[in-house]
């Protein structure tokens, strides 16, 4: 069965940086999209950033762009998320997303993605 194993959440500073891991097993990686998603409290789970695992194209999300880095390491199966520059209003739990339908491109939605991990917390003070 598909497994996402999320890690590298915590509490940082306003400014500082953080890099989560979402580590995929039990399903073909190659050839999907992955991406990571975030859900504040009392607030809708968004799209954060997407990637194509054979194709590496990927997409953010407005409120990320330029502060965040999506990258994929084939041969760990793993995506990663860095995150730079981080705000209070990065302040979420953030999940990984897989075996995600590709369109043409990566979308950030949550609706062609099939397969969800447990999400790690992110906290910036």
């Known amino acids: 069965h598909v497994q996402l194993v999320e890690s590298g959440g915590g509490s940082v500073e306003a400014g500082g940086s953080l890099r989560l891991s979402c580590q995929a097993s039990g399903y073909n990686y190659t050839g999907n999209c992955m991406a990571w998603f975030r859900q504040a409290p009392g607030k809708e789970r968004e799209g954060v950033a997407s990637?194509?695992?054979?194709?590496?194209?990927?997409r953010y999300g407005d409120s990320v762009k330029g502060r965040f880095t999506i990258s994929q390491d084939d041969s760990k199966h793993t995506v990663y998320l860095q995150m730079d520059s981080l705000t209070p209003e990065d302040t979420a739990m953030y999940y990984c997303?897989?075996?995600?339908?590709?369109?043409?491109?990566?979308?950030?939605?949550?609706?062609?993605?099939?397969?969800w991990g447990q999400g790690t917390q992110v906290t910036v003070s």
């Open positions: 997303a897989a075996e995600g339908l590709w369109l043409g491109y990566c979308k950030l939605s949550q609706t062609i993605y099939n397969s």
């Open positions: 990637i194509h695992t054979s194709a590496s194209s990927s």
